[in-house]
């Protein structure tokens, strides 16, 4: 097993941190750094800046805009942009409709819609999860009838990540509820959030940020060459894109930029006279996440290296997820303490020189309860790993 790059990939990892280093707006990494909000533009500034290099949709098949990179240089290229501070690729567009149209999609839906998301001009949300079905997402209500050249739908999904910014939706609907096995009857539509009869309302989470949205559909009427792969077989898309939504969240290049600052912050900080970065216990936190964190990359690297070889990484996978969130999780409840009262949401802090940074602590630690319950909570990831590797 080879845990080093190769020569070669060393050059592409240079060559893709000089042009980040050039490319990148400041003003949207200052964003990114310090964890304020980023706008629909500021998302789809860097969208586009990557776009127009030809570097937005590496993993897509070449013809259709991607870059022929290897599993390895794909891996480069995200970590080096984490570790950049660059805003995210908002991945339901680019990560999850465009595989699926890929595999699944006639040629009139994928000249329709993937030149449209390469260019960043369609937003997409993704409508899985309703109320009641989450981790069980079979038992999902929303209900489409065929009504001559259109479905209807109706019901309610949740959870919905940036519905608001969004132009489309992809959404897995019931279009046969007879059936006895609850995969089956199941479709994946894909509708215009412009439709007459669909309202968006927004859930604001616990650090006041609203990313996550409630979507009504109210007798919704959508044309049937809305409908990807057959009617009823929508379970089979839905699995082909979880697949690809487990990948990119282990984030070890944005954990190691968070990790570096967090050492810094503890640098200035004193306890007692004394730099935070001096106290034996804190010491000893901070370097159980930092070992942590190599583990990830190592096991990264080891996942890379199957890759090499021409073997896909089976369900093991769901480590990354699992490890990468808990690491998240563990640098921002760090962060917490090395900024101590300063990480109080909305007080005032003058006598500090990262007052932005630390004034945003809290509620980036709030934000970052979420990252261990979607794309499949940890415990799903758990049982997966269960199930498929260790076969109980
Ligand atoms: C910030 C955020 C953004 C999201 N964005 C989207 C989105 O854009 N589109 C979308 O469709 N969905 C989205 N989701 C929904 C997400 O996929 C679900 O929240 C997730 O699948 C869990 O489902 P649930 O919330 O219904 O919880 P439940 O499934 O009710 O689970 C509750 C708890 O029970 C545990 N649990 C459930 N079943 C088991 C089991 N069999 N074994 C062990 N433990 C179990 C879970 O791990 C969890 O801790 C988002 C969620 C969040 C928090």
């Known amino acids: 097993m080879d845990l ?41 500034r860097w969208h586009t800046i990557l776009a127009e290099k030809g570097w937005v949709a590496p993993d897509w098949p070449v013809e259709w805009g991607g870059t022929g990179w290897t599993a390895v240089e794909r891996y480069i290229f995200e970590e080096e942009m984490g570790y950049a501070g660059c805003p995210p690729l ?9 595989p699926v149209l890929f595999r699944f999609g006639t040629e009139e839906q994928k000249k329709r819609y993937l030149p449209r998301i390469y260019q960043g001009v369609d937003f997409w949300c993704q409508g899985y999860s309703e109320p009641g079905a989450g981790s069980d997402l079979a038992s999902l209500k929303t209900r489409a009838v065929r009504q001559g ?70 007798d919704v009427k959508v044309p049937v060459e809305n409908l990807v792969h057959e009617e009823h077989k929508g379970w089979t898309v839905a699995k082909h894109l979880l697949g690809y939504e487990r990948m990119g969240t282990g984030r070890v290049g944005q954990s190691k930029r968070e990790l570096q600052t967090l050492k810094e912050v503890a640098a200035r900080q004193l306890k007692g006279g004394r730099p935070l970065m001096d106290d034996p216990r804190f010491r000893d936190r901070l370097t159980r ?82 990252v261990t319950i979607y794309a499949g909570s940890n415990e799903i990831q758990r049982n997966i790993i269960a199930k498929a590797t260790l076969g109980l």
């Open 289 to 370: 996440v930092e070992v942590e964190l190599m583990a990830l990359e190592i096991t990264n690297l080891r996942f890379l290296d199957q890759l090499r070889g021409g073997r896909p990484p089976g369900a093991e996978v769901s480590l990354l997820k699992i490890k990468g969130t808990e690491i998240q999780q563990g640098i921002s409840e760090l962060m917490m303490q090395a900024a101590g009262p300063f990480a109080q949401a909305f007080r005032p802090v003058d006598n500090m020189d990262f007052d932005h940074f630390t004034a945003r602590l809290a509620a980036r630690y709030c934000n970052m309860r979420k």
């Open 90 to 98: 908002i991945p339901f567009g680019l990560r999850m409709c465009a």
């Open 149 to 218: 050249d259109h479905y209807v739908v109706t019901g309610q999904k949740i959870w919905t990540t940036l519905a608001h910014f969004a132009d489309w939706i992809f959404c897995l609907v019931r279009t046969d509820a007879s059936r006895e096995k609850r995969q089956e009857g199941i479709s994946f539509l894909l509708i215009d959030m412009r439709s007459p009869g669909i309202t968006v309302r927004p859930i604001v989470l616990m650090d006041g940020g609203q990313d996550v949205n409630e979507v009504f559909f109210d």
């Open 4 to 44: 080093n790059y190769s020569a070669e990939e060393t050059a592409f990892r240079d060559e893709a941190r000089g042009w980040l280093s050039q490319s990148l707006p400041h003003d949207l990494r200052d964003k990114v750094v310090n964890y304020r909000d980023l706008s629909k533009d500021d998302l789809l």
